[in-house]
């Protein structure tokens, strides 16, 4: 192993399909230069006397395999200990996911984060959208289930998307 380590905050593992999910594929590519994978899961992640860890594995990768992962080794790390942490979770954009936001953003100064912590809870990624309406089509923002409605009864067709969700989740 090399000292160059890049911590992946993600969903479980037995949850992502390799053939489509980009944090695999991500991985797979830091992995290829060297680095060691850090993974750890949103809830095992801790500010302990005023550092910032997380309980976790050291993961290999290898998608010829059926099990496309291999851990070898469960670990608390410090994560101002490596070289990046990139952030893959899934929604939902619960109190869980913003206070983990608000932990990471207490080491960015010590440690490149991707995608950077602030930002992820200042620009909600379909929200952001609203700024280029222009280039849109017919298009609602809404909890209002009669402004929903009569959207619906005005388009034909229509996408559904939930704000804080994926894949249709919540709708």
Known sequence: MTNKIVAIQGDFLSKLNPL???SIFLANEIQKKNYNIFYYFPKNLS???SKVVADGYFLQFDY???KFFKILKNKKLDLTKCSFVLIRQDPPFDLSYILNTYILDTIKDKVKIINDPSSIRNISEKLFAIRYQKYMPK???????????NFFKKNDKVIIKP???YG????
């Open 20 to 22: 489509t999910d980009t």
């Open 47 to 49: 500010i302990i006397n």
């Open 64 to 66: 010829s395999k059926k």
């Open 139 to 149: 298009t609602i923002f809404s909890q209002n289930e009669m402004e929903i409605k």
């Open 163 to 165: 704000i804080n969700g």
């Open 168 to 171: 249709g989740n919540d709708i």
